[in-house]
């Protein structure tokens, strides 16, 4: 069983920034892409950010520019460097795991989520 565990949400100003982490328990970590998405009040669920086992990353059009996802294979860690946070980036941001190699920008690819970290951005 797989565990994923998010934090560093908070309450930011616009313009601040905010740094999440997604702590993922297992020996295999390395081997999956991992993904952030996020879900606001009365949404759905929307794809954030993703990095492959070898490092490529990709980024839905709002995150471009401001958010940069990472990885630390040693720590088992995923992270997610916010800049330039906007209102509209409110929500709760979740980490998940892949169970493919392709499509990671759909929430249908991943098998194993978080319980998420609440990120509110005041004007």
């Known amino acids: 069983q797989v565990q994923l565990v998010e934090s560093g949400g908070g309450l930011v100003q616009a313009g601040g920034s905010l740094r999440l982490s997604c702590a993922a328990s297992?020996?295999?970590?390395?081997?999956?892409?991992m993904g952030w998405f996020r879900q606001a009040p009365e949404k759905e669920r929307e794809f954030v950010a993703a990095?492959?086992?070898?490092?490529?990353?990709t980024y839905a059009d709002s995150a471009k520019g401001r958010f940069t996802i990472s990885r630390d294979n040693a720590k088992n860690t995923v992270y997610l460097q916010m800049n330039s946070l906007k209102p509209e980036d409110s929500a709760v941001y979740s980490c998940?795991?892949?169970?493919?190699?392709?499509?990671?920008?759909?929430?249908?690819?991943?098998?194993?989520w978080g319980q998420g970290t609440k990120v509110t951005v005041s004007k």
């Open positions: 297992g020996r295999t970590f390395s081997i999956y892409s």
């Open positions: 998940a795991r892949a169970s493919t190699a392709w499509g990671i920008r759909s929430p249908r690819s991943y098998d194993y």
């Open positions: 990095i492959t086992s070898g490092g490529s990353t």
